[in-house]
């Protein structure tokens, strides 16, 4: 069976007018938890995205309370406190958030929210190219990682897998 997917997006700006806007165009789409169809998130790590209670609601990132304290540990522990500086690459999760939803819509014989949701959110152990996915019962990645990266006579070498 062929599909075609579509994506559907909105930028808040950082602004929470903007945001409300944003949010009810793509309710108005039949997108959120009322119509009944998933978001998976490759980016937000804001702990409130999946603790609302919404069953249509996944990431497949670690959140800011385990990377915050998983991070604040390796520093103290692993690098002793020494000079470390954050640098975002942005290679932000998307192509295993569009691939996870496509491996539930596979798995269910559909396309239809209604029939492929249940199965999303019983992921586990999909092999996507940032690591294995399964999803908690709030829909937060399980056991979500982050790998540290250092530079070295201007080329980059793995440091650590932080979990």
Do not use: C, H
Not at 19 to 30: H, N, P, Y
């Amino acid at each position: 069976m062929k599909v075609r997917l579509e994506l559907l997006g909105e930028d808040d700006a950082g602004d929470s007018k903007q945001g409300t806007q944003a949010a009810q165009k793509l309710v108005d789409s039949k997108v959120y938890a009322d119509a009944g169809v998933p978001q998976i998130s490759p980016s937000s790590a804001n702990p409130k995205f999946t603790r609302n209670g919404y069953k249509t609601t996944f990431r497949v990132v670690a959140d800011d309370v385990l990377l915050g304290g998983t991070l604040g540990l390796y520093a103290a522990k692993d690098l002793k406190g020494q000079a470390i500086a954050i640098v975002d690459d942005r290679i932000a999760y998307s192509y295993d958030a569009v691939g996870v939803l496509v491996a539930a819509m596979v798995k269910a014989g559909s396309a239809d929210p209604a029939k492929y949701l249940p199965v999303l959110a019983k992921t586990e152990g999909y092999k996507g190219v940032t690591g294995n996915i399964s999803f908690d019962a709030k829909g937060d990645i399980k056991n979500g990682a982050l790998t540290l990266y250092t530079y070295k006579g201007g080329n980059r070498e793995s440091l650590a897998v932080v979990r």
